[in-house]
């Protein structure tokens, strides 16, 4: 996976630069490159993309009829670029590159919290606001419930993970009988 990161990170900063150029609203900006990574995830739209039968105007056409927000001048030149480089499928990685810098600039971070059990939203928040003084970042939750992890909490934030769950307690516990 860090390959595809790798090759998606120069067009995700690319059209993060021409989002602040743009002096649009880099909300609207993120939006639209979500949707543009959903509509190139789906199986359909990849195997379409792929089909040798089509050439690059064909594909471009076919991917921006997908597309239901507006396209800027900006946004279809992007779209152009990547069907021409054969990189549109990029377009998952090349959206979670552009959350991180559009994150990085405003000083925030997704926080991808696993929990053995449904989190009340007074519990979400608690834990956000702790996790928030430890990496000194606004934080954004994204919490799922994994029941392997038998108790406790599993948070990403970045590359950084904190995994205090019963599950990595005893894998701990293993491999230190094991060693």
Do not use: C, H
């Not at 995700?12 to 880099?26: H, K, Y």
């Not at 499928?89 to 810098?101: D, K, N, R, S």
């Not at 919490?143 to 769950?165: E, F, H, K, N, Y």
């Amino acid at each position: 996976m860090a390959e595809l990161s790798t090759i998606a990170r120069p067009y995700a900063e690319a059209l993060f630069a021409a989002a602040l150029d743009d002096q649009a609203n880099l909300e609207s900006w993120s939006s639209l490159v979500s949707e543009l990574a959903a509509v190139a995830s789906l199986g359909d739209v990849r195997e379409a993309l792929t089909d040798p039968r089509l050439n690059a105007a064909q594909r471009i056409e076919l991917f921006s009829s997908l597309i239901k927000t507006p396209l800027t001048p900006w946004a279809k030149n992007f779209i152009e670029l990547l069907v021409d480089n054969k990189r549109v499928l990029l377009l998952p990685e090349i959206a979670q590159e552009f959350e991180t810098l559009k994150n990085q600039r405003e000083g925030s971070a997704l926080a991808q919290i696993t929990s053995a059990f449904e989190l009340s939203d007074e519990q979400v928040r608690d834990l956000v606001t702790g996790l928030e003084k430890k990496f000194g970042l606004k934080l954004k939750p994204s919490v799922t419930v994994d029941r392997a992890l038998i108790g406790g909490v599993r948070v990403v934030v970045g590359d950084q993970v904190l995994d205090t769950s019963v599950q990595a307690r005893l894998t701990g516990m293993r491999d230190a009988l094991v060693a």
